[in-house]
């Protein structure tokens, strides 16, 4: 079977597709696979890994805020998306796949539109709770379409799944994760982290309380390649205290191996709220603070959190104004109560879906 996936560059809509192509891999070795999109950034090592053709098309974004900058960047993709299209057309003719997959942003619209002048069955899944614009072009031409959260906006007839995840991240070994991010393993341990890009505001959220959170907690912050080093630099600063700093593991951005240590090792998780992410944080039953990203699209950062947070599993933070003060009293809030922790891991687990990518997979190859 020859199937194409196709969506945008970050890690959110990339790590759920190699999460598929991995189950489809399992069930029919042989499936000949390709990824059409814009540039890779993240997950390139693990799509090549998996034997997938790697084709690069350019591709238009429209960006909402109004800048001197995004007018022209603007006005440069409308050339983009045109010949994204004559691009993707051509390699859809030239690969005849069986079915395209799409997983949203903007990289997988030239593709969808090509692959629907050229009559190729189009699945979408969709991770959000509110579609992305690439998911609202992509469903008017699927045959199948698939969602994260059992309510997601404007989508009707649509197959509730989950978000695909990497079964990968589950098998955790904390020996070896103590070793590798020399850890003291004497206090809670919390992950903290800002997606695949980082977050130059919860780092700031963090930096701000830093001593009084490494009185009582062991810190891992994935704080993002551009920011490790001044991250770092401030954090030294501000915790003058050497045996105190000790506690204290910054790092720029993780791969699946490193990100699969952190997560397993930690006793809570901070973070955006990213669909993806929410259902890899439920599916190991780990505690969670959410803080949403608030200039996500439509603010579904924010829905996806409340969303996730209802049934009890995360403490959703105010996106538009966090304050240190509230991040260090809900940690403490849940560190302080044994019963909580537990219910909160409990939640975690009802919620997760971990046949996500599984269940798409086959439905892909019947």
């Known amino acids: 079977m020859k199937i194409v996936f196709t969506t945008g560059g970050s890690g959110g809509h990339i790590y759920p597709v190699i999460a598929i192509i991995r189950e489809i891999k399992k069930i029919q070795p042989d499936s000949q696979i390709w ?47 045109p010949l994204g299209i004559i691009k ?121 309380v830093l001593t009084q959170l490494l009185e009582k907690y062991e810190i891992i912050h994935q704080c993002g390649k551009k920011s490790v080093n001044e991250v770092n630099g401030t954090a030294q600063v501000m915790v003058k ?18 990100l699969r240590l952190a997560m397993n090792v930690s006793h809570l998780i901070v973070s955006r709220a990213g669909g993806g992410f929410i259902f890899e944080i439920a599916a190991l039953g780990k505690p969670s603070i959410l803080i949403p990203l608030p200039e996500s699209a439509q603010n579904h950062q924010a829905k996806n959190a409340y969303e996730y947070g209802k049934n009890g599993a995360a403490i959703v933070m105010e996106p538009k104004n966090p304050t240190p003060r509230l991040l260090l009293q809900n940690i403490t809030k849940v560190f302080s109560d044994p019963i909580k922790l537990s219910e909160m891991k409990k939640a975690a687990i009802a919620f997760s879906k971990i046949d996500s990518a599984e269940k798409i997979a086959q439905e892909i190859l019947k």
């Not at 693990?46 to 800048?67: H, P, S």
């Not at 057309?89 to 539109?113: A, N």
């Not at 031409?141 to 991240?169: C, H, M, W």
């Open 88 to 208: 993707s057309f051509f390699l859809l003719k030239k690969i005849k796949p069986d079915l395209v997959f799409g997983k949203g942003g903007y990289g997988s619209v030239p593709v969808i539109l090509a692959a629907n002048k050229l009559k190729i069955p189009i699945y979408i899944h969709e991770s959000d709770t509110i579609p992305g614009k690439a998911t609202k072009i992509g469903v008017k031409y699927a045959s199948k379409i698939f969602t994260s959260f059992d309510k997601a906006q404007g989508i009707n007839n649509s197959i509730i799944v989950g978000n695909p995840i990497r079964k990968e991240l589950l098998k955790g070994d904390n020996k070896k994760a103590i070793e590798y991010f020399d850890l003291q393993n004497d206090k809670p341990i919390i992950f903290i982290v800002g997606g695949s890009q980082g977050a130059e505001r919860i780092n700031n959220l963090v930096l701000q």
């Open 241 to 258: 205290d050497e045996k105190l700093f000790k506690y204290y593991h910054a790092y720029g951005y993780f791969n699946e191996e490193q």
């Open 35 to 81: 990824f059409i999109g814009t540039k890779v950034s993240y997950g390139l090592k693990e799509l090549k890994d998996l034997n997938v053709n790697v084709l690069t098309i350019q591709a238009g974004k429209f960006r909402r805020y109004i800048t001197p900058k995004s007018l022209i960047q603007n006005f440069v993709d409308l050339f983009r998306i």
